[in-house]
């Protein structure tokens, strides 16, 4: 059975820095893609970023690129979302997610396409 655990929320102030990981394990696991995605209060989970762990190409949503960076420690099924400048509309409920197979880049930047998901971690951001 694989499982995804997030770890890394909390609560800073605007302007601030996170740093989530994503640790997988799982006898059996294997993935394609890492994705992160968040769930505001009242709002549709959206999209994050993306990384492949075949040779670590990224993809970020317009609101985060430039403050955001997803990576990826290929030895450790461990992967990163380092949040900086952060915003108080970032705050949310962030889950990472991994999808097995390959999938075009369309598919990779919606949730329903992926097969695992955490349990999630509340990040929360005050102005």
């Known amino acids: 059975q694989v499982q995804l655990v997030e770890s890394g929320g909390g609560a800073v102030q605007a302007g601030g820095s996170l740093r989530l990981s994503c640790a997988a394990s799982?006898?059996?696991?294997?993935?394609?893609?890492m994705g992160w995605f968040r769930q505001g209060s009242g709002k549709e989970r959206e999209f994050v970023a993306v990384?492949?762990?075949?040779?670590?190409?990224?993809d970020y949503a317009d609101s985060v690129k430039g403050r955001f960076t997803i990576s990826s420690d290929n030895a450790k099924n461990t992967v990163y979302l380092q949040m900086n400048s952060l915003k108080p509309e970032d705050t949310a409920v962030y889950y990472c997610a991994a999808v097995k197979r390959p999938q075009s880049e369309w598919q990779l930047l919606r949730h329903r396409y992926y097969d695992y998901w955490g349990q999630g971690t509340q990040v929360t951001v005050s102005s």
């Open positions: 990384i492949k762990w075949s040779g670590g190409s990224t």
């Open positions: 799982g006898r059996t696991f294997s993935s394609y893609a």
